[in-house]
T-cell receptor, first 115, second 117 residues
Framework: AQSVTQLDSHVSVSEGTPVLLRCNYSSSYSPSLFWYVQHPNKGLQLLLKYTSAATLVKGINGFEAEFKKSETSFHLTKPSAHMSDAAEYFCAAPTTTSGTYKYIFGTGTRLKVLA | GAVVSQHPSRVICKSGTSVKIECRSLDFQATTMFWYRQFPKQSLMLMATSNEGSKATYEQGVEKDKFLINHASLTLSTLTVTSAHPEDSSFYIC?????????????FGEGSRLTVL
């Protein structure tokens, strides 16, 4: 992918309600796409990945994402939010620039879960 | 999943001193390691890409002489912040790409918070 865009910088949901974190990508070919979660003062943990196999990808902690080529989207969802889901979420995609492999990260979405 | 260990997690130093941060892949060999800097409430900013046995590739605007990167083996990369100043205070995160067995995902260290007094 040449770019990934996270449409919401902040999302607030009530505990027990569904979560939707949006990510759109631009690419001239079918990309690999990833979602990562970051808790405060921690590194990033892989939630799930899409690598051109099944378009609906299931990840850890009940999260899943659906790759939709027609919409160039890879939105992250969870049926029921838990307090422990409060964190920063990053959509990411690998790319190669001038022969160098690197990752493109979205700007992040901070998820707040209300009791 | 694969584990990346980053050390130290927190470091406080005086202005003008140098600080070394280590990044180790514990159970896999990493073809490439990446160093990021993260400002509060912002995304990750790629500083440099390092491949084992070769010079690191720095992103535009990152001072090579300030941020020395060494990737001596397939399991270890180090970032040295030389002559640190308060503006170098930040959260630094390393990540590694596995040589084989994975489909392109990166594995991240826990990060190192540097505070320069």
């Amino acid at each position: 992918a040449q770019s990934v865009t996270q449409l919401d910088s902040h999302v607030s949901v009530s505990e027990g309600t569904p979560v939707l974190l949006r990510c759109n990508y631009s690419s001239s070919y079918s990309p690999s796409l990833f979602w990562y979660v970051q808790h405060p003062n921690k590194g990033l943990q892989l939630l799930l990945k899409y690598t051109s196999a099944a378009t609906l990808v299931k990840g850890i902690n009940g999260f899943e994402a659906e790759f939709k080529k027609s919409e160039t989207s890879f939105h992250l969802t969870k049926p029921s939010a838990h307090m422990s889901d409060a964190a920063e979420y990053f959509c990411a995609a690998p790319t190669t620039t001038s022969g160098t492999y690197k990752y493109i990260f979205g700007t992040g979405t901070r998820l707040k879960v209300l009791a | 999943g694969a584990v990346v260990s980053q050390h130290p997690s927190r470091v406080i130093c005086k202005s003008g001193t140098s600080v070394k941060i280590e990044c180790r892949s514990l159970d896999f060999q990493a073809t490439t390691m990446f160093w990021y800097r993260q400002f509060p409430k912002q995304s990750l900013m790629l500083m440099a890409t390092s491949n084992e046995g070769s010079k690191a590739t720095y992103e535009q605007g990152v001072e090579k002489d300030k941020f020395l990167i060494n990737h001596a083996s397939l399991t270890l990369s180090t970032l040295t912040v030389t002559s640190a100043h308060p503006e170098d205070s930040s959260f630094y995160i390393c990540s590694a790409r596995a040589q084989r067995g994975y489909t392109g995902e990166l594995f991240f260290g826990e990060g190192s918070r540097l505070t320069v007094l």
